[in-house]
């Protein structure tokens, strides 16, 4: 009988570890990284990147968004004013659109590592999915003690190389990166999220629509020839 009753004891001992082993795995989750603030920038930090750009690069006109990834008021302008502005300024080469990070670090602890998390995803070409992903469970990430789970969840659905993102934000390479658009927000005027300079001009506050028009009046005034339709998506 004890025989017998062995193998069935042994499935339950492989069944009990298992478990055990996914409700640790659950409890500590991915490992915590913190992005340092305040860093010094150096010259490689900004030798050819001036922001992710959407579009055109030889649109007539550029808007520059300084963003927060956990800014609810930024979540906001992408899921519902931005698609409005891609299809009517960016999408037929009117606008070129960057994106540039403005951490608002007093208020928002994640937003740094939300920032980075985007920049390991632009090194796979992925900003644009990383960015829509971010801002669309914002809710799911910014309450958090740790926003890795989700941020990997997102990055995976964008079919970038999770192994290769996990590196990226192990090394913390873009924090230079990240003070750097913080320091060039600071400089032309950004004193909330998000803000738009547009023309040398800063918006604090502006809709997708008073863009558009604004994008219009600058191309009309323009001697530039008419512009080229934009690329598919992308950052760079």
Known sequence: MA????????????????GVAFIVSRMSGPKAIAIPANVVVTAADTT??????????????????????????????????????????IAPGKARFRFRDFPLDGIHPH?????????????????????????????????TK????????????????????????ESKKFAGRIQASLDEGNAVGVRSTPSFLINGQIYNSISSEQMIKLVDSLVAASPRPAPAPAKPLGGQ
């Open 3 to 18: 025989s017998a009753q062995k193998p069935f004891y042994i499935a339950l001992t492989v069944i009990a570890v298992g």
């Open 48 to 89: 050819g990147f001036r922001g992710y750009l959407i579009g055109s690069p030889d649109a007539p006109v550029e808007i520059t968004e300084y963003g927060d990834f956990q800014c609810p008021s930024c979540a906001n302008f992408d899921q519902v004013q931005y698609p409005d502005l891609y299809t009517r300024a």
């Open 111 to 143: 937003t740094r590592i939300a920032s980075h998390a985007a920049a390991c995803a632009e090194e796979q070409h992925r900003f644009v999915p990383m960015k829509d992903g971010l801002f669309a469970r914002q809710n799911d990430w910014a309450f």
């Open 146 to 169: 740790n926003p890795m789970g989700v941020f990997t969840e997102i990055v995976r659905s964008t079919g970038a190389d999770v192994g290769a993102w996990n590196s990226c934000m």
